[in-house]
């Protein structure tokens, strides 16, 4: 089974190629992946390693956390299941009913 690993405080210049070939030492690597800015595409300091085997994964954060990377100390841990996340939707607490100013108790209460 597959495991997933966090790799994180990595160089802005280290590279996704960089990575597998390190990872590789320990275990076969699956993919690969530095998070990147959507607008930039720089790098945000972060990554993920995903291990075809657990003996790996374990073998892989003993070996690589802590070490250092491009003079970087990286950490290295096992990755967390994606958080849900809320986009909105609940009940608007403002004390507005909308965006022209109405008040939910009646009447209109801009002030100009």
Known sequence: MNKKLYVGNL????????LQKLFV???????TTIITDRYSGRSKGF???????????????????????????ITVSEARPPSEK?????????GRDDRRGRSPRGGDRRRY
């Not at 160089?11 to 190629?17: A, G, H, I, Q």
């Not at 809320?86 to 403002?94: D, E, K, L, Q």
């Open 86 to 94: 809320s986009f909105g939707g609940g009940a608007r607490r403002s």
């Open 25 to 31: 030492e320990v275990g076969p690597v699956v993919s």
């Open 11 to 18: 160089s802005y210049e280290t590279t996704e190629d960089e």
């Open 47 to 73: 990554g993920f390693i995903e291990m075809e085997t657990e003996q790996a994964a374990q073998e892989a954060i003993e070996r690589f956390n802590n070490q250092e990377i491009n003079q970087r100390s």
